[in-house]
């Protein structure tokens, strides 16, 4: 069984900290790995994608990957309100298999 | 770009109806669509794939004579649940990938928010 894990939170940082999110997957071989944000009562939207070691920067968001650790994070900076939401990991599996599997998420609160 | 639509965005019908939810993508082709749930404080569990022009591929314990689907076209999905009772009331949420970009992140729909009274 291919597991993603994550904290469920919920985490809380004051506005303008850095929020960091931490996620762990089951599957070596997993090649291509995704942060989404997904606020109460609606779809999930897509925050980074992150296919090789190392980090992946996009204005306030970094994604960092650790595949000998099986290890994905994403660090928010200057945290804002309205990043309070939950963030869910998701990976893809090895072996041709389209799936996206998603972690349970973390609930981020930034209080301002 | 890669704009997934669904339809309807919240359907209210009662128990041994059945309801029929949408899911297109408008400005790409998506060879395989992607059917979640999700209930409330839980994550997104995936349903079944849905493959064009063939049948779809249910997950362990989803009864797919209850969840029916239809991908006839490249760029619309269907999910139809049948006799609907109480306990399916949940976010239904679709999903697509762009055939012409690879294992790409999936582009989510607004998702159906389902009650069965």
């Known amino acids: 069984q291919k597991e993603v894990e994550q904290n469920s939170g919920p985490l809380s940082v004051p506005e303008g900290a850095i929020a960091s999110l931490n996620c762990t997957y089951s599957?070596?071989?997993?090649?291509?790995f995704f942060w989404y944000r997904q606020y109460s009562g609606k779809s999930p939207e897509l925050i980074m994608s992150?296919?090789?070691?190392g980090d992946k920067e996009d204005g306030r968001f970094t994604a960092q990957l650790n595949k000998a650790s099986q290890y994905v994070s994403l660090l928010i900076r200057d945290s804002q309100p309205s990043d309070s939401a939950t963030y869910l990991c998701?990976?893809?599996?090895?072996?041709?298999?389209?799936?996206?599997?998603f972690g349970k998420g973390t609930k981020l609160t930034v209080n301002p | 770009g890669a704009v997934v639509s669904q339809h309807p965005s919240r359907v209210i019908c009662k128990s041994g109806t059945s309801v029929k939810i949408e899911c297109r993508s408008l400005?790409?082709?998506?060879?395989?669509m992607f059917w979640y749930r999700q209930f409330p404080k839980q994550s997104l569990m995936l349903m079944a794939t849905?493959?064009?022009?063939?049948?779809?591929?249910?997950e362990q314990g989803v009864e797919k004579d209850k969840f029916l689907i239809n991908h006839a076209s490249l760029t619309l999905s269907t999910l139809t649940v049948t006799s609907a009772h109480p306990e399916d009331s949940s976010f239904y949420i679709c999903?697509?990938?762009?055939?012409?970009?690879?294992?790409?992140?999936?582009?989510f729909g607004n998702g159906t928010r389902l009650t069965v009274t």
């Open positions: 599957d070596r071989g997993s090649q291509s």
């Open positions: 849905s493959n064009e022009g063939s049948k779809a591929t249910y």
């Open positions: 998701a990976v893809i599996g090895q072996g041709g298999s389209e799936k996206l599997v």
């Open positions: 400005d790409f082709q998506a060879t395989t």
């Open positions: 999903s697509a990938r762009d055939r012409d970009r690879g294992l790409s992140p999936l582009h």
């Open positions: 992150i296919y090789s070691n």
